[in-house]
Structures are given as C-alpha cells and as structure tokens.
C-alpha cells in the first residue's frame, strides 16, 4: 500500500464516461473542455517581473512572452511562459528544508539546492492565480499585449500544453467542480531548464508533502517517474495550515459479489461515507487497474463517472490502480452522510493449475477513496467446490445449485478488506477470545510440481560423462537425442499442507505472544491463506502466505533451500504478516515518509519472536545477515544503504527494489534493535506498547515515535541523545566501521580500563553512541561510548578484571565488521 503521490501524466488519453448517458455528463463536458482549450493567440503578453511563486517554490517570469489557454469554465487554467526575447530570462529557486531532502535532490540534479535558469515554463493552475495574473494583464495594469506573437506560441506550444492538460484532467476537473471558497488548489510547472533539462514542479495543496520537483525519466526501457525532493510548505510546516482532509470517509462497505465459472468478478459495492469540511461534487476514487466501474449512484441517483483510459497514463502512473471521478447530480454538503453504489466488473483472480488460484488485486477490487477505517459486510457467490476466505465473522455459508453463498461481516473497522480462494483444508484454533483459521490448498500450484526428467536408459551413456569430453552438461546433452522414448522419473510430489499444522500452531503462538507484548490486534480473528509467490502480506483479519511457506523444508524448491531462506519460509514470513495485524493495520503509517514504521516494526517482531521461539543467536543470526546485506556494493558501486535514508520510503526503488527492501525492512529492523539495546528491553517493550495504545487505528509519523521514545528514557540517556540517533539511523544514511582498543591496569577490585573507539567508512559528522561491552568470568557490562571520526576514549573502573572487550559483533549496533 502506497500514499498516493500525485505524479505528473503526459500522455494522449482517452475520455470514458460511463453509464451511456443521453448527451455527456457534466464531468466529461468539463473534461472535452480542458482537452480542447488550446492556447489563445489573443492573449499574449509581453512580460517583465512577474512571478509564479508559492511558498517555498520560487518561479521568476523574469523577462518573456507569455500565452494563455482559452478559458474553462469561464477560468484560464493554463498559460506558456516563453523566454525566446531579446533579454529573455526565467528562473526557479527552491531550498529543500531537511538535509535528506537537500541530499537526494543532490543526487538528482547535482546540486542541494535548484537554481535553475529556464527558457520556457508550461503552467498550470486550479487555484485561481494563473486567472488574477489574466485579470492584471488584460487589464493592461502590467506587461503588453503582443497578440501579434500569439498564433506563433500557440503553433509552438500548443500540442506541448494540450499534452499536459490531458495528463491533469481529473484534478483539473474536480478542481474546478469545487466551489473556490473550499477548493484546495494545484500549481505546476513543467520547466524547460538551461542545465537541467525538462523537470516538474508541483504545489499541491491536497497533499500532506505540498511541493515536489520531479523528472519523467526511463530506465532499462521502462518509463518512471524520480522525485527529485518532496517536502511540505513553509505554511503546513511550522502549523499554519492544517493537514489537508480527505474530501470523503468511508464509514462502512458493503459487497455483493459474484465469481463466475471462470471466476470473473462482478459485484455491486455500497459504500456509507460522510462528506469532509468541504462541500464536495466530484469525488475521486481510485480501484485496481483489473476492474471496470461501469455505474454508480449517489443516494439511489445515478452519476456520472469520469475515468482516464490510456495506456501511456497506465504505464507511468505510479501503483496498479486507476483513478477516477464520481460526479455527484447535486453539491454533497460539509459532514453531510451518504451512500455511494458501485457496479464493477473484471478479472482479479488467475489459476496456478490445480485449483490454486492468485487472487491479483488484493486490496484495491473496489473502488476506495482515501485509507480511512470502515467496517465489511461481505458476501460472495462462487463456484461450490471452492472454499473463499475474507476477514470478519461468518454470517452465513450455505450452497445453492453450483454455488456457494459465504457472507462475512467484519464489525471492527478496518482499512481494508482483502479476499482469497481455492480448494482449501483447514485447521481451526486460536486462543478464548481470538479465532484463527489456517487454510491451505489440497493441491499443489503447476509451477510447484516437480519437473519431469527425462533419464537416459542405463545402456545409452555407457561413458563417464565427466571425463575429458567438455563438461558432464554438454556430454549428456549430446548423448540425449538418440533416445526416442526415455523413460521416466517421477519425483515424490511434495505435500502442500505438510506444514499446515506447524503454520496454524506458529501463526496462535506469535498471536499470543505479540498480544501479551502490544495489546490486542487490529481483529479478534485472524484468518491465513496461501497466495503462489514467495511472498506474504498481512491485511486485517486476512493474512496471505507463499505457498512455500506450507511445505517441509526439504521439499522445497532448491532456489530457496538456502539458509536463509529456509528461516525466512519457515519462521519469519507468518511472524512479519501476523506483525502486521498491529503495525500497519491498526497503527498505521502517517505518509509514505512513515511507511517504514510499518514493516520496520513487523520484521522486528518477528525476530523477537524468533528470539523467544529458537533463542537469541538466531536472531542475531538474521541481524547479522540483514546487515551484510546492507552493507552489499550495489552495480553504482555504492552500498544498498547509503541510497538514501529510510524516510524516502518508495523513493528508494529510484535506486533499485532491493534497496527499498534493504533499507525499510532490514535497516528498519536495525532500527529498532538498537533503539531496544539503547533502551533496555523493559523501556523498550513498554514504549511499543503504548505506541500501539497511543495509535489505536491512527497515523503515526517517524517524528512521533522519536516523541514517544524520548518518554521512556533509561537513566543516563538524554531527549537529545534520541534526537541524535534518529538524525543519524533514521534521517540519514552511513553504518561505520568499529573498532575497540584497550589497556587494562591495577588488580581486582580496582581494575582500571582505558580504551578508544575508532571509526571510519562514514563521514566526519558522524556519530553515534556505540556500545562497548565488558566481558567478565561472569556476567558483562556496557559502557556507551560516543564515536567521531578522530577517535572516542572511555575509561572504567572495575571490581574484576574483564576476560573480554568489545563492541559485540553484530549485535549491539548496526556497525561493518573489522
Ligand atoms: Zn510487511
């Protein structure tokens, strides 16, 4: 799951309104209109000093020609800033303010800092402002009207301009449905730069991070969108504007759906939401790219809905779903209730073979507008001889003819309802008071099955095929082909559930145990189901789990009988998703700059439960392999950690997948080992604690869990220090290289240690509290010791003499070895 980031779309896109209306809608009227605009030779001006800024984001129209689109709406929404004069000058300024923000724009644009000279400027506005600058200059109160430049800037910068309305007509749309008292308005600017080259700038006043700059880039074939920085304005920053509100929140859903023969889904979705501070006409929603709204209706009326088909906005949009509009007949008012019907159909779910099946659009089958909480009434009808899954309890389950009718109800809100299905067995448990049910397929998926090997009789390779005749591979496959019918061999088929049991017992266990540690999780149920893959995902009351995950280690494919594998297939994989029943579905990420949290939080707990299961070395173990991961030379020859701090969330990927893996999951479970090394276990289970009493089905920010920390200090260890070590782990990139010197005087018991630390591989303003452990015949002790660069001394004095000092390897702090 992903915050929705607005990304810019410049496609050709096609309008679709749906149901057949006679005449268009309103919405597709607005939108034929945005599209069709065009420039307006007319309104041409000669300009001088004007600007184009917000906020933080700094637009110079310094000295050019500028062109405005035809009105609508009766609004100019869009304009050409040209600077093809003599003298002609524009410019952008933009100072990030965090030094993660300064360092990835760096990375991009080679330099913390834009400052960038510009020749031409295509804008767009919904907030009014592209219109009052029309209002001064048509007026004639600034510049000078050159309509003689006009039919030139239009037949330059028409198509360009057009391009990317077209990739904006939604917002632009909704915008403009919106009264202008309440409307929260967007900027943007596509700027054709001296040095930089073509880059965007937004002001969005919807998103919690208003200005991002970013660049439409390719890589290996594939066209993806870089942000460059993403930060909130000045205004939202120190508190003068609130936090944008979602126009809608969803309070409750209810689904009739239908899973035919060939298991097309089609279903009719009812949603009860009330209206934000905002009256509201166009309301956005987004679904999977798999599904096809073709009707709704607000309280009974059908609406209009206005979507976007086109299959370059659907290659660079970000995420697999669509958005679209639903325009209401009439204004909804502010805090008013209403209930919004769907109809939907598509395809979400393939078959693996053997009545396995991958459910495709997981959370996104109907159509959601923003991640607000709601309670599931869920029926399905399907084929009988599946079993279907969903969170919440069992209303009602009976078969009619070929089908079978499940109902669920989930009472408890949620923040979204996944589904599953297959030819299923069963195991049921849980503990007084929380119900868990662990499906698996009866049936192996295809890709699982063993390969059939064709064998050479015996008398056909009576050579070793080994020797001296180019490699055994080569010398088989040339003896090979004179066999017409080679016989076969038929490896035991492994045993899909063999695990069922364990799984069931491992996935009441971790229930248990996180209980005991956190509180009670999101649902008083928890259901799990296997998904062909090798992955896992834990939505509320649903857990999917790799098919691998059911098999005995043994029968395994050999691809993942490694190790490491084998502890991430047998144990983590339940514990993380389980994990996630409380971090990420009930105490959830404020932004994707707080994402991390969530999968952060369900690694570790996964290792503490790792930990209480098979004893702290196999924790460290992992710890130990999280942090040679981290410390892996990417192809950039850079260090998967150093891409970028962990707060760059879905940023990350610009470096590579694996670094957001690397980065969120591993250095996020660092995190928090550290945090509890530094705090001590006691502190710090109680902190977890009250994060999940604090943050009971609410947004939590990486700044507030540093808040939350700073109330459960142990002696010694100063808010400051907290401050320092969220600076340094969590807002910044760099794992030093360690090393512990040391002498030791006098007798027991007045032992005299002395010793320095000495760091190196991160830069110089790198610090952090290292600890230094002090091994006895019996017991240990820490001293923390805080590192430069040029070297740290501690001193001790103790009653025995230590057999061992060291900063313990791989346990204590997320450090290379030496
Ligand atoms: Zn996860």
Not at 268 to 296: H, Q, W
Not at 354 to 382: E, I
Request: charge should be neutral.
């Amino acid at each position: 799951m992903r915050t929705a980031v607005l990304l810019c779309v410049c496609g050709l896109t096609s309008l679709t309104a749906a149901p057949p209306q006679t005449g268009p809608g309103v919405g597709a009227s607005l939108i034929q209109a945005i599209r069709s605009a065009g420039l307006d030779p007319a309104e041409s001006y000669r300009v001088r000093d004007l600007t184009f800024s917000k906020e933080d984001l700094k637009i110079y129209l310094t000295e050019g020609l500028l062109i405005f689109s035809k009105p609508v709406n009766g609004e100019r929404v869009s304009a050409v800033f040209s600077t093809e004069v003599e003298g002609g000058d524009g410019e952008v300024l933009l100072l990030p303010p965090y030094p993660g923000e300064r360092q990835s724009l760096a990375k991009f644009a080679k330099s913390p800092n834009l400052d960038e000279h510009f020749r031409v400027a295509l804008l767009l506005a919904t907030d009014g402002s592209l219109q009052e600058l029309f209002g001064r200059l048509s007026r004639g109160e600034e510049g000078r009207k050159v309509s003689e430049m006009g039919p030139l800037l239009a037949e330059e910068w028409g198509a360009a301009l057009s391009n990317i309305s077209s990739g904006f007509d939604l917002r632009i749309a909704q915008d403009l449905l919106t009264p202008p008292a309440s409307r929260q308005g967007l900027r943007f600017a596509a700027i054709g730069g001296s040095k930089l080259g073509n880059f965007d700038l937004f002001y969005d006043a919807h998103a919690r991070e208003q200005i991002v700059v970013g660049q439409l880039a390719e890589k290996q074939g594939a066209a993806k969108y870089n942000i460059w920085t993403s930060f909130p304005a000045r205004n939202s920053r120190n508190g003068a504007t609130a936090a944008p509100e979602s126009p809608l929140a969803p309070q409750r859903f209810r689904i009739d759906a239908v899973l035919d023969a060939n298991l097309g889904l089609n279903a009719k979705v009812r949603l009860s939401a009330k209206v934000g501070a905002n009256p509201v006409r166009a309301l956005p929603f987004e679904v999977s790219r798999a599904i096809r709204v073709t009707a709704a209706r607000v309280d009974g009326v059908a609406a209009e809905i206005v979507s976007r088909e086109s299959e370059r906005a659907t290659a660079l949009h970000a995420g697999d779903n669509a958005d679209f509009l639903v325009i209401s007949p009439v204004e909804l008012a502010a805090g008013s209730s209403h209930e919004i019907e769907f109809e939907e159909e598509g395809v979400v779910i393939s078959s693996a073979g053997n009545d396995v099946y991958f459910v495709g659009a997981r959370g996104n089958w109907y159509p959601r507008s923003g991640w607000g909480f709601a309670t599931y009434d869920l029926t399905f009808r399907y084929p009988k001889r599946l079993t279907l899954v969903t969170p919440g309890d069992i209303a009602e389950d009976r078969v009619e003819g070929d089908s079978r009718i499940t109902r669920r109800v989930a009472a408890t809100p949620i923040r979204l309802a996944g589904f599953n299905l297959g030819d299923y067995e069963k195991i049921a448990g849980g503990t007084p008071g929380f119900r868990v049910e662990v499906y698996g397929n009866h049936r192996l998926e295809s890709a699982l099955q063993p390969k059939v090997q064709p064998v050479p009789p015996p008398l056909a390779d009576p050579v070793p095929i080994s020797a001296g005749r180019g490699g055994g591979r080569a010398g088989r496959g040339q003896m090979i082909p004179a066999i017409a019918a080679p016989t076969v061999a038929a490896p035991a088929v492994p045993d899909p559930v063999a695990r069922l049991r364990a799984v069931a017992t491992d996935v009441a266990s971790a229930v248990q145990f996180y209980t005991g540690l956190f509180g009670p999780p999101a649902m008083p149920s928890l259901t799990v189901s296997p998904i062909p893959g090798s992955f896992g995902q834990g939505f509320p009351g649903l857990v999917y789990l790799s098919t691998l995950a059911y098999l005995d280690p043994s029968e395994r494919p050999s691809s993942v009988r490694g190790p490491q594998e084998q502890v991430f297939f047998s144990d983590l994989m339940q514990a993380h998703e389980v994990a996630h029943q409380w971090w990420g579905n009930l105490v959830i990420p404020a932004g994707y700059q707080d994402e991390w949290l969530s999968e952060a939080l369900a690694s570790y707990s996964a290792l503490l439960y790792l930990e209480k299961k098979k004893g702290a070395k196999a924790m460290e173990d992992v710890l130990a392999d999280y942090r040679d991961a981290l410390l892996r030379k990417n192809e950039d020859g850079i260090t998967a950690e150093s891409v970028g701090p962990i707060t760059l969330g879905f940023r990350l990927e610009s470096g590579s997948e694996e670094a957001f893996r690397d980065i969120t999951y591993y250095k996020g479970a660092w995190v928090f080992h550290m945090l509890r090394r530094r705090m001590g276990d006691e502190r710090f289970l109680k902190m977890l604690g009250e994060l999940r009493k604090r943050y009971d089905s609410a947004p939590v920010s990486t700044a507030e869990l540093r808040a939350l920390v700073k109330q459960f200090l142990p002696p010694g260890v100063t808010a400051a220090t907290i401050d320092s070590f969220f600076d340094t782990w969590v807002y910044s990139t760099g794992i030093p290289e360690l090393k512990v010197n040391y002498t030791v005087k006098g007798i027991a018991p007045a032992v005299r240690i002395s010793g320095t630390v000495e760091q190196s591989g991160v830069p110089d303003d790198f610090s952090i509290e290292a600890p230094v452990e002090i091994q006895f015949a019996k017991g240990s002790q820490i001293v923390w010791v805080e590192t430069t660069n040029s070297g740290a001394v501690f001193n001790a004095t103790l009653k025995q003499a230590p057999v061992k000092v060291s900063i313990p390897a791989g346990t204590g702090v997320l450090a290379a070895r030496k």
